[in-house]
C-alpha cells in the first residue's frame, strides 16, 4: 500500500516570502506525483506535477522537487501572495495505478 | 468547473435515508472518481469507473454505490448503511482510462446527515 503524510499541518508565511511545502511517501514504487491546491468551500485545482523519472520541475512561481532516495517531495512556491492561502495536497501514484492517494493537506496562511 | 460538475451543492439528510449524488461531464473523457473528503484530512477513494457499464472500489466503499449507464454521468448514492455520511463528497475525472494522470475535480457536494 502507499501513505502519504505531510509535515506541517499549517504554513504562515509573509507575503512576498517564499513558501515550502513538504510531503512524504512510503513505497519506493511511487512513479507520479501531483501537488493539488483546495480554497474553502471548493474542489481541489491542479498545480503542477512530477513523475519518477525527474528530481525537478519547475512551473509558474511554481517548483516541485522530488527525493525518491529519501521519499520526499516539496512544493516551493515563489513571492507567496494572499491568494495563494489555500490547503495544499500532494497526491502519489504508485506502479501505473489507477489511483491517487492523497496526504492530508497543509493549510498555507499568507500574513499581510 | 473544469469540465465537471456536481449537484447539488449542499445536501441534508434525516437518518436512515438514501441520497444521490450527481456528477456530470462534458469532455468525454473515460475515468471517472468518487472522493470523499472529512475535515482536516486528505481525499479517500470511494469508487471509481474507467468504462461504462463498470466500476471499481476505492478504499472506503462499505455504504455507497455507482452506477456508469452513461459515460458523462456517475452518480454516487450514499446509502443508509453507511454509517457516518456527514463529509464533502468529490468527483473528479481523468483523461487516461488507465493510469491516473491528472485529476480534474469538481466543485463538491456537502452532505449532512441530520
Known amino acids: 500500500g502507499e501513505s502519504v503524510g505531510l509535515h506541517l499541518p499549517t504554513l504562515s508565511v509573509q507575503e512576498g516570502d517564499n513558501s515550502i511545502i513538504n510531503c512524504a511517501y512510503s513505497?519506493?514504487?511511487?512513479?507520479?506525483f501531483i501537488w493539488y491546491k483546495q480554497e474553502s468551500g471548493k474542489g481541489p485545482q491542479f498545480i503542477i506535477d512530477?513523475?519518477?523519472?525527474?528530481d525537478k520541475r519547475q512551473g509558474q512561481r511554481v517548483t516541485v522537487l522530488l527525493n525518491k532516495t529519501v521519499k520526499h517531495l516539496s512544493l516551493q512556491i515563489a513571492a507567496t501572495q494572499p491568494g495563494d492561502s489555500a490547503v495544499y495536497f500532494c497526491a502519489v501514484v504508485t506502479g501505473g495505478g489507477n489511483k491517487l492517494t492523497f496526504g492530508t493537506g497543509t493549510q498555507l496562511k499568507v500574513e499581510l | 468547473d473544469g469540465g465537471i460538475t456536481q449537484s447539488p451543492k449542499y445536501l441534508f439528510r434525516k437518518e436512515g435515508q438514501n441520497v444521490t449524488l450527481s456528477c456530470e461531464q462534458n469532455l468525454n473523457h473515460d475515468a471517472m472518481y468518487w472522493y470523499r473528503q472529512d475535515p482536516g484530512q486528505g481525499l479517500r477513494l470511494i469508487y471509481y469507473s474507467q468504462i461504462v457499464n463498470d466500476f471499481q472500489k476505492g478504499d472506503i466503499a462499505e455504504g455507497y454505490s455507482v452506477s456508469r449507464e452513461k459515460k458523462e454521468s456517475f452518480p454516487l448514492t450514499v446509502t443508509s448503511a453507511q454509517k457516518n455520511p456527514t463529509a464533502f463528497y468529490l468527483c473528479?475525472?481523468?483523461?487516461?482510462?488507465?493510469?491516473?494522470?491528472?485529476?480534474?475535480f469538481g466543485e463538491g457536494s456537502r452532505l449532512t446527515v441530520l
Open positions: 513505497n519506493s514504487a511511487s512513479d507520479y
Open positions: 512530477i513523475r519518477s523519472n525527474m
Open positions: 473528479a475525472r481523468s483523461i487516461l482510462r488507465y493510469g491516473t494522470g491528472e485529476l480534474f
